[in-house]
């Protein structure tokens, strides 16, 4: 294990260096070695040793000067070669995740490197192979889940994308014992494609979904039963989200779906609809009822994907696509019984909601006969806690949270105690000028209809980022937190006893390669599964929480590490900068051999982060870019091989630095942001390293919109932008995500007006501008590029289109994208053509 050299603080921030030296104890050894056999030997010719040294020097000399001739430049080839976009394509520049999950308090499945799936059982050390690699390559699968009495895989195969995130799949049923195969088919259909299939809490337990109905099976050789008939093509929907509710960015991981182990691949980041998952079913803990959402977009009105490739005559789909002020999707929440008799009630919303819309946005089973949701006002500025009886459908509200601006954490899980008497959510608290911050609070009662006790467990200018658990035996909650800074993440345990005694338990582990943790506790809240995300090469380790140094590794990372010494990987530094009275938190990505005295090209990166190495995924406000989790990714490219600094800003609108920062740009997206760069740009160019006529911006979608901003309205302070899926006009986009930040148009349509692009566009033949859109994006529809372009072509701004068609909102063609987004920028910064660039004024 290579030894950690110690983060060296630079102008008010922090250098993370990804891939330490390594210090050679055998060397040290070995001179030690040398220093005593000297001290007993005979005197020695020291002028002749000394004519030998000197002749030895010259020769070095001339090998070194023969190097440095042939050498790109000095020193690269010792700090390794450059990292190119190819590289970023292969198998072993990937973040290898053992994809591990509970399956008991003391066994857990993971996923080897080589693809094999283990069981490994934590009071033996003993393992189990469950399924050989081989297997996927046998079906084609994609994807599995293992059954919860662990003699079954589903196997996904197949895959077909509706729109950017839904799919259609084929599914096999594989006997882990017998080696028998079998298809997953609704009764009298064959080769049959599902919208959704996976294991149930218990046993056997099959759901599948089939043109928008549910379906359910006892155990793998029972007959299906259809639990719903209402379901019609894009109009009804049981058990699956529509467009408005599933959510946007994809990744794929382990994770518990229904209940059980699903290897899935789900959006991350933060999410622009209401569920942000791609399910709207869940089972209870014993498995006898099963909750599910059923959406009516008949109303909604639909948009159009035309497809304009393999056909004589172009055409596509249509689908529900609500935009702000339209009319959206009605949501009723039922619970069925799954005892035979497919009884169903549904569970009524609060009163104050009866008669108006409003979103269902986290269901939760409390005990296998209590479900907690929350109900969420279309406006988004009222929450209501409820804890609803599946026998009668009542539902008993426990909180109402509200807010002048709007609401988020809007998907956060609450804790509850084994009896339901006492749960825990994170609310917002005031911390003097700083503003609220969301912190963990205990709410109880001591009985049916007594009135609820709130008692705050922590405090400051900070955040609870996730409660994890609640054990009761120890009358203790553990959590995650940014108390050590925001740009990280730590394990915490707090005791729900005054004085509230609160313990960091990772902030000594694994320094200073892990700041930032994931976490996953066992079922009895015994042992963790810590996922160290960074700021080094990811590592996945299992520990005992009444001793935290205690471990075992499943994943070390030491194959991704050792591959990333051969190349020049970008170092970073996050440097805390001020503007009027707020802390923006700035990243800079710089090249491995970086030099003060060399001026570089700078690029800007807004609202993007890597799914994964090469996959883009856009945020929102509440997102954070500026972290301690390890990034590889497209840019690193540009300051690998081409020199570029690369930057990255947190300022107003970001999250997890509390609601003030946060709730800054509420209806006035796009103004507080764009300031926020243009401070951190006048920063970095009176940098003697920073090239202020080579300055450049990137962005996607909401990125994309303020990369556009930057540059049309200010192109004297950019050289050139991207924009991939920009948003022109907010009246065109999602009702959930435009009307959380701006209200209804009805009621201000000036807010739309003057959010727009369009009167921010001022005129410029400099400036270089590149626009990329795929022509079947489902989210951010192509309409908004089309509109941009014909207003540039109006105002004689030079521009580029490149449009991916039929391609969504995650362009497939990724290395193509890819490389044309970093020849682009590499031809505005190196590109010997002069530009003309007007004289910046101090704000």
Same mark, same amino acid.
């Given at each position: ?17 990804? !891939? ?62 450059? !990292? ?15 994809? =591990? ?43 599995? =889940? ?33 080696? #028998?195969?079998? #298809? ?22 099959? $759901? &599948?979904?089939?043109?928008? *109905? ?25 058990? $699956? ?36 998952? /791609? ?19 008949? !109303?909604?009105?639909?948009? +159009? ?22 009319? *959206? /999707? ?48 279309? =406006? ?89 658990? &609640? ?49 996953? !506790? ?19 380790? $299992? ?15 030491? #194959? ?9 990987? /970008? ?36 609202? @993007? ?11 929102? /406000? ?21 020199? +570029? ?19 800054? @740009? ?13 401070? =951190? ?11 202020? *006529? ?38 065109? %986009? ?6 959380? %930040? ?55 701004? *030079? ?30 910064? %190196? ?5 003309? +660039?007007?004289?910046? #004024?101090?704000?």
């Amino acid at each position: 294990m290579a030894a950690a050299q110690k983060p060296v603080s630079i102008e008010g921030g922090t250098t993370y260096n990804l !891939l330490p030296h390594q210090h050679s104890i055998g060397k040290e050894k070995g001179a030690m070695a040398l220093k005593d056999l000297g001290d007993g030997s005979p005197e020695r010719n020291w002028k002749g040793i000394g004519i030998s040294l000197l002749v030895i020097v010259v020769v070095l000399s001339l090998i070194s000067l023969s190097i440095f001739l042939l050498s790109k430049d000095d020193g690269s080839k010792a700090l390794g070669s450059d !990292l190119t976009l190819d590289d970023l394509f292969l198998t072993e520049f990937q973040v290898h995740s053992p994809e =591990a999950q509970w399956i008991s308090a003391v066994e857990l499945i993971y996923k080897s490197r080589d693809g094999n799936v283990i069981k490994v059982d934590l009071r033996t050390n003993q393992t189990e192979l469950i399924m050989k690699d081989t297997m996927f390559a046998t079906f084609k699968a994609s994807w599995f =889940a293992v059954s919860p009495d662990l003699n079954y895989v589903l196997l996904t195969y197949d895959i077909k994308k509706v729109y950017r995130y839904s799919f259609l799949a084929s599914y096999l049923i594989y006997n882990l014992h017998t080696r #028998e195969v079998h #298809e997953l088919n609704p009764p009298e259909v064959w080769n049959s494609v599902l919208q959704f299939a996976s294991w149930g809490s218990k046993g056997q337990q099959l $759901i &599948y979904i089939f043109e928008n *109905n549910i379906y359910y099976q006892p155990d793998v050789k029972s007959s299906s039963l259809r639990l719903t008939s209402s379901g019609r093509e894009a109009l009804v929907f049981n058990g $699956i989200p529509d467009w408005l509710y599933e959510g946007k960015h994809w990744a794929c991981w382990w994770n518990v779906i229904q209940g059980f182990l699903v290897f899935c691949c789900v959006h991350s980041g933060l999410i622009e609809e209401v569920l942000r998952s /791609p399910v709207a079913h869940w089972w209870s803990p014993a498995g006898s009822s099963l909750a599910f959402l059923t959406l009516n977009d008949t !109303l909604v009105p639909n948009m +159009v994907l035309p497809c304009f490739t393999g056909a004589l005559y172009p055409r596509g789909p249509q689908y529900p696509y609500p935009k702000t002020g339209q009319v *959206n /999707p009605t949501v009723k929440l039922s619970v069925v019984i799954l005892d035979g008799s497919s009884h169903t009630i549904e569970l009524l919303p609060p009163k104050s909601l009866e008669k108006s819309e409003y979103y269902i946005t986290m269901v939760q089973w409390v005990c296998d006969e209590k479900v907690t949701v929350r109900w969420l006002n279309r =406006a988004q500025n009222t929450s209501i806690l409820t804890l609803c009886n599946k026998h009668t459908g009542e539902c008993a509200r426990k909180h109402v949270l509200t807010s002048d601006k709007w609401i988020n954490h809007q998907n956060e899980k609450p804790v509850f105690s084994k009896d339901g008497a006492a749960f825990f959510v994170t609310l917002p608290i005031k911390h003097g000028a700083n503003g609220s911050f969301h912190h963990l609070t205990m709410m109880s009662e001591q009985g049916t209809g007594a009135e609820v006790t709130i008692q705050h467990l922590t405090s400051g200018s900070w955040e609870v980022t996730k409660i994890l658990a &609640y054990d009761e035996s120890l009358s203790t909650v553990y959590f995650l937190s940014t108390e050590g800074g925001a740009s990280n993440r730590h394990l915490y345990r707090v005791s729900t006893v005054s004085p509230f005694h609160r313990e960091c338990l990772t902030c000594s582990l694994f320094k200073p390669q892990c700041s930032y943790y994931d976490v996953s !506790l066992s079922p009895d809240s015994q042992k963790a599964m810590l996922l160290c995300a960074g700021p080094g090469v990811p590592r996945t380790t $299992i520990h005992q929480l009444s001793d935290i140094t205690r471990y075992m590794t499943l994943d070390s990372g030491l #194959e991704l590490r050792e591959t990333l010494r051969k190349r020049r990987i /970008p170092r970073r530094e996050i440097r805390t900068l001020f503007h009027n009275n707020h802390e923006l938190h700035l990243e800079i990505s710089l090249p491995l051999d970086f030099n003060e005295s060399c001026q570089h090209p700078l690029l800007f990166i807004l609202h @993007v982060f890597p799914a994964n190495l090469i996959s883009l995924s856009d945020s929102e /406000p509440g997102s954070q870019q500026v972290n301690e989790r390890f990034r590889l990714d497209w840019d690193s490219v540009l300051v690998s091989s081409h020199d +570029v600094i690369v930057a990255r800003l947190d300022g107003r609108g970001s999250g997890f630095r509390g609601q003030k920062i946060l709730q800054e @740009v509420h209806t006035r997206l796009g103004v507080m942001e764009v300031q926020d760069q243009l401070a =951190a740009l006048e920063y970095l160019v009176k940098k003697p390293y920073i090239d202020g *006529n080579r300055v450049g911006v990137f962005g996607k979608a909401y990125g994309g919109f303020l990369s556009s901003i930057l540059l049309l309205s200010y192109g004297s302070h950019f050289r050139c932008a991207v924009a991939m899926a920009p948003i022109f006009d907010w009246r065109l %986009y999602g009702s959930a995500f435009t009307e959380r %930040y701006f209200g209804f148009p009805a009621n201000d349509e000036s807010k739309y007006h003057i959010a727009s692009l369009l009167p921010n566009t001022t005129s410029s033949e400099q400036v270089k501008f590149l626009i990329i859109h795929g022509t079947a994006d489902a989210s951010v529809h192509f309409q908004h590029s089309a509109e941009l372009v014909k207003q540039l072509s109006v105002l004689n701004v *030079n521009h580029t289109l490149q449009i991916f068609p039929d391609e969504g909102h995650d362009i497939s063609s990724r290395h193509y994208m890819l490389r044309s987004v970093i020849t682009f920028f590499r031809e505005c910064f %190196y590109d010997k053509t002069p530009v003309t +660039v007007e004289t910046r #004024e101090d704000d």
